[in-house]
């Protein structure tokens, strides 16, 4: 447990070196912990040190963990970000439990978030990114770059729903930094605030980039089992 906030604290160094070293006016990066197959146990250790925010990228697994977890802290204001990829089936699920959706892609998940405000209209408050395809990768989920403009318009003014920026993942085998300076633009372009982009091995670049959540699991929690 230890480990996880030494892990912990020297990621919160290095973004805050990072944001000082390339001061440009972006809103700065917050630290999604991403806790995909950890346990409510090693999640705890980073709540009672006042960490708040957490990436999960199964609804299933994501519902009966933080059910428990939200329980036992009934005081403290957890923000759960969806970052795996959502089926339209799982759309009503997937808004009871997390409080940003990142992976919105596609026009069948966004009718359906829609749907789920016209029935529950007390729960507005939820934040969207729109998903990018920004390697334009055959298997790859995410709107495709050229789209993206068209789609996130749709989103915000014909469905109503709070797109606050895009997310990508990268071409693994690639240099990200190109495709984190695209993504940047886009959401200048379209005057979104945020860029959800940057994982373990990569957040220092997105960050360079002005990335405004970065994404990291290992580099805090260790190895997935
Ligand atoms: C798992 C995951 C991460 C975190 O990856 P790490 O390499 O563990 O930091 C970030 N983003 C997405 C979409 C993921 O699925």
């Known amino acids: 447990m230890n480990k996880i906030l030494t892990n912990y604290q020297e990621i919160l160094k290095q973004i805050d070196l990072c944001k000082n070293k390339f001061q440009h006016g972006y809103t700065n990066p917050e630290l999604i912990a991403v806790s995909k197959r ?31 977890i939200r329980k036992q802290n009934p005081d403290k204001t957890i923000e759960l970000h969806l970052i795996g990829p959502l089926q339209s089936n799982k759309v009503f699920q997937a808004m009871d439990v997390f409080d940003v959706i990142q992976t919105l892609d596609r026009e069948k998940i966004a009718s359906k978030a829609r749907k789920y405000f016209d029935e529950n209209s007390f729960k507005k408050n ?34 109503g729903l709070n797109i606050i920026g895009l997310m990508c993942i990268p071409p693994i085998d690639k240099d990200p930094n190109l495709f984190f300076k695209k993504i940047r633009c886009l959401c200048d372009e379209l005057k979104l605030e ?19 959540f970065i994404r990291v699991g290992t580099g805090i929690f260790g190895a997935r089992d």
């Open 194 to 212: 945020h860029a959800s982009m940057g994982m373990t091995s990569d957040y220092f670049s997105a960050i360079q980039h002005g990335a405004t």
């Open 126 to 159: 939820k934040k969207f990114f729109v998903q990018v395809n920004i390697g334009e990768e055959q298997q790859k989920s995410g709107v495709e770059p050229s789209l993206v403009n068209q789609f996130v318009k749709w989103c915000t003014y014909d469905l």
């Open 38 to 68: 950890f346990s409510k146990e090693k999640i705890q250790t980073l709540l009672d040190v006042g960490h708040r925010i957490f990436g999960e990228n199964k609804v299933q697994e994501a519902k009966s963990k933080w059910m428990d």
